[in-house]
């Protein structure tokens, strides 16, 4: 009688990459004849993350009530009042949580690297990662041994707690500032996804489109771009040519930049250098009228533009010559 078993390999290979990794899992764990199959699975996504859920308690809420912060010492206070004891059980649960997750996230990355050898290293070809302080090393380490056959590279959110961001961000080992000194190039990558805030240094914007030559599809999401701190120690590369992207969706402010011009603006010279851009999407969070200027002018001399979404209202921007000349 003919079984699973029975089938060309390459059949059942094919089989394998169209599951889940829970159901990868399960069919390497069958038999033996299964294993090869299912471990090229199994690699061919790696998450360095956790659940969004990771750490999270059953939630018990407690009664209403005043309660004082003031022996917090500087702690951030809800729109410049005390928290209620709700507000304060609620950011303690956040608070919690996103410590169990840094805790424990470094923690899978190095056991992910101790397992890897080159045969299973050159079977990645899509990573997701959540940058957490504690991580940084091993995700780029991750990065430099994935990085020759890479496809897709996702970075998500930063941190859930929007008040433990740093004012200024040099303050802290983030990833981007980790990657711009790493010095990694991805031949094969073609589609990137830079969740909110993963990238603040704007130097980073430019770097992946050196570090990626192939990259077609591209999605960042940052409310504030910085410049790299004065003292960094690093030559950042210079942009030669055209890019290969057809797909760009991005939603950015400056506000952690210095004054900027037409000439400065790194995403500027990102979409004046992807003329062949197809869809684009574009959603401005700051009122640098030069900048936006600059934003609806060059999508205009795209040749190969065929979708042009503007994501936000601009009312702010109504006396922008960019905007009364294309209407």
């Known amino acids: ?28 764990l069958t038999c033996r004849a299964f294993a090869g199959p299912a471990e090229a699975r199994l690699w061919q996504t790696l998450e360095l993350s956790l659940s969004p859920y990771y750490g999270v308690s059953p939630p018990i809420q407690p009664h209403e009530g005043a309660f004082p912060l003031a022996e917090r010492g500087g702690a951030f206070l809800l729109r410049h009042r005390p928290y209620t004891a709700l507000e304060a059980w609620a950011w303690n649960q956040v608070e919690t949580a996103e410590e169990a997750y840094r805790t424990a996230l470094p923690g899978i990355i190095d056991r ?31 990065l430099r041994n994935a990085a020759p056959r890479l496809a897709e590279l996702h970075l998500d959110e930063p941190t859930s707690l929007d008040a433990l961001a740093p004012i200024f961000p040099a303050d802290i080992d983030t990833l981007d500032y980790a990657l711009i000194r790493a010095d990694l190039h991805f031949p094969f990558l073609t589609y990137l996804r830079l969740g909110h805030d993963s990238v603040r240094f704007s130097d980073l914007i430019l770097l992946f489109l050196h570090a990626a030559p192939n990259l077609t599809d591209r999605d960042f ?22 890019t290969k992207l057809r797909r760009l969706k991005m939603e950015f402010a400056d506000r952690g930049r210095q004054e900027e011009t037409d000439e400065s603006s790194p995403v500027l010279e990102m979409l004046r250098r992807s003329p062949l851009v197809e ?12 900048v936006y200027d600059g934003l609806v002018k060059t999508a205009w001399t795209m040749r190969g533009l065929r979708d042009y979404h503007w994501r936000w209202e ?4 109504m006396d922008s010559d960019s905007l009364v000349s294309n209407g």
């Open 1 to 28: 009688m003919a079984n699973l078993t029975s089938l060309p390999q390459e059949t059942i290979s094919q089989i394998a990459l169209c599951l889940d990794r829970h159901s990868g899992l399960s069919l390497a």
């Open 112 to 142: 992910i690297i101790r397992m890897a050898d080159g045969r299973r290293w050159a079977l990645v070809r899509e990573i997701t990662a959540a940058p957490r302080v504690g991580a940084i090393a091993g995700i780029v380490r991750v």
């Open 221 to 242: 999401d940052t409310w504030g771009l910085w410049d790299l701190p004065a003292d960094a120690e690093t030559q950042m590369p210079q942009l030669q040519g055209e």
């Open 279 to 290: 869809q684009l999407s574009e959603g401005y969070m700051d009122q640098n009228v030069v």
């Open 314 to 317: 601009p009312s702010d921007f």
